[in-house]
């Protein structure tokens, strides 16, 4: 069974960093492409970065880009988000998607 399981959440101050990872099993990981995706309190669901199977194209929402970097390691099947110069705004559960298979999400709060 396709199991995805998100870590790595929790506070952190302006400007700080903070690495995502989501595990991966149930599946043969290296073969297909994964996502990060975010909601925050009173918003949709919105892609934050993309990664194809080999890990050589990722996309960004242009509201990360510079300050996320997408990644993965086939050989733990773990994908994982570099979040740095975090923002207030960043606030959300960030969940890895996998075909229509999500994690449980994982809480990331950007405060003072």
């Known amino acids: 069974q396709v199991q995805l399981v998100e870590s790595g959440g929790g506070l952190v101050q302006p400007g700080g960093s903070l690495r995502l990872s989501c595990a991966a099993s149930?599946?043969?990981?290296?073969?297909?492409?994964m996502s990060w995706y975010r909601q925050a309190p009173g918003k949709e669901r919105e892609l934050v970065a993309h990664i194809s199977d080999a890990g050589l194209q990722t996309n960004y929402a242009d509201s990360v880009k510079g300050r996320f970097t997408i990644s993965r390691d086939n050989a733990k099947n773990t994908v994982y988000l570099q979040m740095n110069s975090l923002k207030p705004e960043d606030t959300a559960v960030y969940y890895c998607?996998?075909?229509?298979?999500w994690g449980q999400g994982t809480q990331v709060t950007v405060s003072s």
């Open positions: 149930g599946f043969r990981f290296s073969w297909f492409a």
């Open positions: 998607r996998y075909a229509n298979f």
